[in-house]
């Protein structure tokens, strides 16, 4: 029987999914057709079978024969085919002899399946046709001719790549190597790669001198997924890249790529309208830029540069601008979370530098004006209008620190800051115990907000939020603390019919225990005040208390219906339970209007 594979292929399957004959009759004709003569031992191989899961059933067209002389093997007349039409021939000369020896391979409709058994396994399907030639001298490589043509399918998290055409032709001589790919895609898209060298054949990869180019046009980027929704079917990409290695090492390289496409979704207004990217790199500098722009006319324009040699990496150090000019802000709407919406355009730029170690230096301005920040709730939004927001940051060290300027619509105002424990360095994670400041000051309108929290028992709502909160702990453990406000506050509630005047609400928050100090409202003739305590177990509600006092409290009023009441009550519970204590006095009833039912008099007994 044949071998087992070599250690680089794998298989989970059951091992006797590879088996080889082990009839009597093969193993006798075997036996017969071997003999030792001369110093050369000499073989003919009868028949062959194999099966493995992924390579299916094959077996030996015709005799092959086998010579072992002088450390050196030869096999000649070596045809295999498969149950799915696949045929592969081999033919060794003197392999591993000390003075010349010479390989030939030829393969036809050969299914890519037996790359799935290379570590790690390679996602393509398709097959292939193709020769090989070479030759050896010392067991030293000094020809190889290759001839291949090919299909090719690859599906994964990343890429759904269909080409239906690829083929390559390969020359490595003592002139050097002579290297041609050329495929298209079921999309139409192209791809050319050359590769030339002057060195002569050898094992090593890259060679010493190299001179490799690219060349694509119109790529779809939607075969790219991360690139689907913003490019869709329309996108496209065309470029060119060109490599120079010497002795092993970068000598030069550039590049250029471009790009183009929308989004197909009509009822969306924000997508990328074009990228265009350059890079030059030789003993003098670095230099990459990028310019993004979108279907409004925003643009953003990246700029590295550094002074390092060229080498097969990116640079140890370098220098970064960033400027962006009436970027699309529904261009990010994608970042966050569905219940938010974000319109208006945004100005600025960044600039800083990278060190050896991935260590990171960057500062930077924003600037928003006339924009709009929208929260979808179940039944409700809120609606808050940014006249101009002015934002800074500064990156280095251990710490991400900003600060943020906003005046809002209605003489509202926001002003905050912020050091939050995202080291500046590659590749970028907070640290989970790291140290966390951050403040907000501010005011606004209170009539989006609230309007959205109790959606349509609310109407007519006047009055203002103020804010005064702080954050300390860590990434892991924040503590929140402050005040939060409602000022000089009105409402009308349709459903009692009653118009709530005078509104005071402040709540002092300080970790997960939200404490109201004072909340008072008048209505009608009186007025109601309560106080409170609500505890919360990860931001869960865990338990509340309340105590509500009022004084003639008018809580209807129609026509047909007016009401006052005194409360003092205590409500107070939990998640499973509520416990309401105290009393409720009704000092004033009015009803008026006609009887609509037979009055209900007393009965004979």
């Not at 050369?40 to 067209?61: I, K, P, Y």
């Not at 409709?109 to 996602?123: K, S, T």
């Not at 001179?211 to 079917?233: C, G, S, T």
């Amino acid at each position: 029987p044949p071998p087992p594979p070599p250690p680089i292929f794998h298989d989970t399957a059951p091992p006797e999914l590879y088996t080889g004959t082990t009839s009597s009759a093969a193993s006798d004709v075997y036996k017969r057709q071997a003999h030792y003569r001369d110093k050369v031992w000499q073989a003919d191989v009868q028949s062959f079978s194999g099966q493995a899961s992924r390579l299916g059933t094959w077996t030996l067209e015709a005799p092959a024969s086998l010579a072992w002389h002088e450390q050196s093997l030869s096999v000649e007349g070596v045809a295999i085919t498969s149950n799915r039409g696949e045929r592969l021939t081999l033919d060794l000369r003197r392999w591993l002899a000390s003075t010349d020896s010479q390989v030939s391979m030829k393969w036809k409709n050969l299914h890519h399946d037996w790359l799935g058994y290379l570590l790690p396994a390679q996602p393509f399907t398709g097959k292939s046709s193709g020769e090989l030639m070479l030759k050896m001298e010392d067991n030293q490589p000094v020809s190889m001719q290759a001839v291949l043509t090919a299909s090719a399918e690859k599906r994964d998290e990343l890429a759904e790549v269909t080409i239906p055409s690829l083929t390559a032709q390969a020359q490595w001589l003592e002139g050097g190597l002579k290297l041609d790919v050329n495929a298209e895609s079921a999309a139409g898209g192209t791809l050319e790669v050359t590769a030339r060298s002057s060195q002569p054949l050898s094992w090593q990869w890259p060679p010493e001198e190299l001179a490799l180019q690219m060349q694509w046009q119109d790529v779809k980027l939607a075969m790219i997924k991360p690139f689907r929704e913003a490019w869709a079917e329309q996108g496209v990409s065309d470029g060119e890249a060109h490599l120079e290695i010497l002795g092993g090492e970068l000598l030069r390289a550039n590049a250029k790529v471009t790009a183009g496409g929308f989004s197909p979704q009509k009822a969306r207004s924000e997508g990328l309208r074009a990228l265009t990217a350059e890079l030059s790199w030789d003993e003098n500098s670095f230099d990459c830029s990028a310019l993004v722009e979108d279907i409004h006319e925003g643009s953003l324009t990246l700029h590295l540069k550094s002074t390092n040699a060229p080498r097969l990496q990116l640079p140890e150090s370098g220098q970064i601008e960033l400027e962006f000019a009436n970027l699309d802000l529904q261009a990010i709407r994608s970042l966050l979370p569905d219940e938010f919406e974000l319109d208006g355009f945004l100005r600025g730029h960044s600039r800083g530098s990278w060190q050896k170690g991935g260590q990171i230096s960057l500062y930077g301005q924003a600037s928003l004006t006339d924009s709009e920040l929208l929260w979808h709730g179940a039944e409700g939004q809120v609606d808050t209008l940014v006249e101009q927001a002015d934002i800074e940051w500064q990156w280095q060290g251990d710490s991400l620190n900003g600060s943020l300027d906003a005046q809002l619509a209605e003489e509202g105002q926001l002003r905050g800051r912020w050091q939050l424990p995202l080291p500046a360095r590659w590749p970028v994670a907070f640290s989970d115990n790291g140290p966390v400041q951050a403040a907000l000051q501010g005011k606004m309108q209170a009539t989006g907000l609230l309007v959205a929290l109790a959606p349509g028992l609310i109407q007519d709502l006047r009055g203002q939020i103020e804010t005064d909160l702080k954050v300390n702990g860590t990434w892991q453990n924040p503590l929140v603390s402050g005040q939060l406000a409602v000022r000089d506050a009105s409402a009308y509630l349709p459903a009692s019919g009653v118009t709530i005047e005078e509104i005071e609400l402040v709540t002092v928050l300080h970790g997960e225990q939200l404490k109201i100090t004072e909340f008072s409202m008048r209505s009608g003739p009186g007025t109601l005040s309560a106080t409170g305590e609500l505890g919360f177990d990860r931001w869960q509600l865990k338990h509340y208390r309340m105590d509500i006092n009022g004084e003639l409290f008018q809580v209807y009023n129609f026509p047909e219906l007016q009401v006052l009441c005194s409360p003092d009550l205590q409500l107070s519970g939990d998640l499973e339970t509520v416990r309401l204590r105290g009393n409720l006095l009704i000092p004033e009833m009015t009803i008026l209007g006609a009887a609509t039912v037979q009055e209900a008099r007393p009965s004979n007994d």
